[in-house]
C-alpha cells in the first residue's frame, strides 16, 4: 500500500536515435503506438513513447505487465479494473513526467517560460502575484531569485495545471478560478509546496507539492501532503 505519490521523469532526447526509438516503440501496446503514429512532428512523438515507458515501467512494479488504460467522463486515463492505482501524465520540452498514487492524482511539467503582464493578469489574481513578489524580493541573491518571475509564474503554472489534471477538466477549468497559497519552503528558498482553494471545485483536502528539474518545474496535485523524490529514468 502507498503512503504517497511516486514521480517518474525521463529524458526523451535518447529516442532521437532510430534505433533506440524503435526498440522502444515496439514494446508499446497498441493503444500507445497509435497515438504516437498519429503525431506528425518527431518531438512530439518521442515525448509520447517517453510517456508509454514511464507508464510501463511504473505499472511494471505493481506487476502488471499488460495496462489496459480506460478514459473517465472527462477524458482522464484510468487502469482497467483496478481502484487502487491512479496515474497521471505530462510532458515539456524534452522531459515526460509520471505520478502514481493509490488516490486520485495530477501532474504537469513545464519548460520555464516567459509570461509576459497580460497572461499575469488573465491567469493569476492579486494575492499570487504579490507572492511572486515577496518571495523575489526574500530571496535575493539565490538560485531561486537568480531565475527570476518567470521561473515562480512557470511553476505556479504547473500548480493550476496540476489541479485541472487531478480534476480530469483540462483547459476546460478557468485557471484564474484555481487560486494558490504558499505552503512550505526548502532550505534553498524554493517552494515546497502549495495549498488552493477554488470557487469551481471543492479543493479541501488536496495539496500541490512543487519540484524543479534544471529549467523545468513540477507540481503534483494528490491527497497527500508528501511525495516521493523524482526518479529519472
Request: aromatic share 8%; net charge negative; with cysteine.
Amino acid at each position: 500500500m502507498m503512503t504517497c505519490n511516486e514521480v517518474y521523469v525521463t529524458d526523451v532526447s535518447i529516442y532521437k536515435d532510430p534505433e533506440v526509438f524503435r526498440s522502444f516503440y515496439d514494446k508499446m501496446d497498441s493503444m500507445r503506438k497509435e497515438k504516437i503514429d498519429r503525431l506528425h512532428n518527431d518531438s512530439d512523438k518521442y515525448l509520447s513513447l517517453g510517456a508509454g515507458v514511464l507508464l510501463k515501467r511504473a505499472m511494471s512494479e505493481f506487476g502488471i505487465d499488460e495496462p489496459e488504460i480506460e478514459l473517465g467522463a472527462n477524458g482522464k486515463p484510468y487502469i482497467k479494473g483496478r481502484s487502487d492505482i491512479f496515474f497521471n501524465l505530462s510532458h515539456s520540452g524534452t522531459y515526460a513526467a509520471m505520478t502514481v498514487s493509490d488516490r486520485e492524482v495530477g501532474i504537469d511539467i513545464e519548460k520555464i517560460k516567459n509570461f509576459k503582464d497580460t497572461l499575469i493578469k488573465r491567469v493569476f489574481d492579486e494575492k499570487e502575484i504579490a507572492m511572486v513578489s515577496r518571495l523575489l524580493s526574500e530571496t535575493e541573491g539565490t538560485k531561486e531569485n537568480i531565475a527570476g518571475a518567470d521561473a515562480l509564474y512557470t511553476g505556479l503554472w504547473t500548480a493550476k495545471e496540476s489541479v485541472m489534471k487531478y480534476f480530469g477538466t483540462g483547459i476546460s477549468m478557468d485557471p484564474a478560478k484555481i487560486h494558490l497559497e504558499l505552503g512550505k519552503i526548502r532550505d534553498n528558498s524554493s517552494i515546497k509546496s502549495m495549498t488552493v482553494s477554488s470557487e469551481k471545485v471543492d479543493c479541501s483536502g488536496i495539496t500541490i507539492q512543487c519540484y524543479e528539474l534544471e529549467d523545468y518545474r513540477i507540481s503534483v496535485c494528490s491527497e497527500y501532503d508528501s511525495c516521493g523524490q523524482v526518479v529519472i529514468i
